[in-house]
T-cell receptor, first 113, second 113 residues
């Protein structure tokens, strides 16, 4: 899937700061960050629509999202905790209207040591 | 709040077996129902979706019927192949926008050759 690209694909951190990047080439208005822990479904962290943050789920303050333009999404992580080890997926949808299909990137796997 | 229940955490079948994955939901809205499939090392991708009660979604040999009476959206396939091995997520989007999709816990399907 090259329509939503994420970097880096793998990240090993020991309480350092790092940013995850995402870019979508689908012309979608809505972009999302999801966290998927092992053997669990994806959990929504943040939702942007037309560059505006419209959903901010209960996420530790060490995760800070940024949407510099409608096709790009960043997730800044500071002082990671072992519970943050997971795969972080960027996703997009045409709009935030009900029933829109989510398109996921391939994910960034974060390992906290 | 909305909920999606998948009773089967794991299903193991042989090639050409019939597949049935159970999914029930609870919501006060008129939802869109989805099945997403996640192959190893990839993000979830849409398998099929149905927006209207009593309609059936069909894709790649898989089918699911939106049954409002039993609040179910079970996934079926007549004859599975090894390439169908993946995790399958049932999901629900409420009828109003800007709301998050609720995923079931997922069912890991393993097909033995």
């Amino acid at each position: 899937n090259t329509k939503i690209t994420q970097s880096p694909r793998y990240l090993i951190l020991g309480r350092a700061n790092k940013s995850l990047e995402c870019e979508q080439h689908l012309g979608h208005n809505a972009m999302y960050w999801y966290k998927q822990s092992a053997e669990k479904p994806p959990e929504l962290m943040f939702l942007y629509n037309l560059k505006q943050l419209i959903r901010n789920e209960t996420v530790p303050s060490r995760f800070i999202p940024e949407c510099p333009d409608s096709s790009k999404l960043l997730l800044h992580i500071s002082a990671v905790d072992p519970e943050d080890s997971a795969v972080y997926f960027c996703a997009s949808s045409q709009t935030t209207d009900s029933g829109n299909t989510l398109y996921f990137g391939e994910g960034s796997r974060l390992i906290v040591v | 709040g909305d909920s999606v229940t998948q009773k089967q955490g794991q299903v193991t079948l042989s090639e050409d077996d019939f597949l049935f994955i159970n999914c029930t939901y609870s919501t006060t809205t008129y939802p869109t129902l989805f099945w997403y499939v996640q192959y190893p090392g990839q993000g979830p991708q849409l398998l099929l979706k149905v927006t209207t009660a009593n309609n059936k979604g069909i894709s790649r040999g898989f089918e699911a019927t939106y049954d409002k009476g039993t609040t179910s959206f079970h996934l079926q396939k007549a004859s599975v192949q090894e390439s169908d091995s993946a995790v399958y997520f049932c999901a629900l989007a409420p009828s109003y926008g800007n709301e998050k999709i609720t995923f079931g816990a997922g069912t890991k399907l393993t097909i033995k050759p």
